[in-house]
């Protein structure tokens, strides 16, 4: 089992090197972050932050960051990534529900790809709201349950062992009533990637043209949400 549990994470880690995962954490990324307006030397969590891709990138920019996950496995690759580099990143073993943290004590929290995986979405998103500073913002990135990508998952789920079996996918007006219901102010995001989930030179060639097209015709169909919310001052 543990050895499953390894090779889960390094494949996990690895997909982000593959052509269509690197567009993907391109994309998202600029989305993310776009909406995050890091300041150098603000204070940010990266909520189930997996192997620390967005947790070194917030650290680039200039946040001291700190990456907190419930997988041993997956904080071992995040933690060998932190002792390769000077950036200003730590990781840590922590139930995203219940955070080792003191009350407004953040600038920023990301939650990527991690609310649809915790039986507990609401009790997570208290608990950021809890961390951060008056005025400090939340930025979520979700699949989003009405796009291709989702049905795709959702798919791999049912026949065969997957991470996505028993995931939960929002749409954006869902996580915007969670994001109101934990205190935040209703929050202003976009969807992105509108190729198939295909790493294939066709997919890689024409990413651009299926943005234009998803983004003029279905717009908030895209496989990527991003949400930003705020803690009032």
Known sequence: MLKLINDRA???DEWYETGIGKLCLLMESKAIFNLAGI??????????CGT??????AARRGAKTVGADSSPAMLAIAGSKAENSELPVSFLRADV????????????VLAVTVLCFIGQPDAALREAFRVLKPGGRLVIGELNRKSYWAWLRRMKGWFKAS????????SLSELNALLQQAGFNPGRGESLIF???????????HSERFEAIGTRFLPGGGAFMVVRADKAC
Not at 39 to 48: F, I, N, Q, S, Y
Not at 52 to 57: D, I, T
Not at 97 to 108: A, H
Request: proline share 8%; charged share 25%.
């Open 163 to 170: 991470r996505y079996r028993h995931a939960r996918f929002f």
């Open 10 to 12: 390094k494949r996990y």
């Open 97 to 108: 529900e219940r955070l080792p943290f003191s009350s407004q004590s953040l600038d920023l």
């Open 195 to 205: 190729f198939p989930p295909l790493n294939s030179n066709f997919t890689l060639n």
């Open 52 to 57: 620390g891709v967005f947790s070194m990138e």
């Open 39 to 48: 300041k150098p030397g603000e204070t940010a969590l990266d909520l189930g």
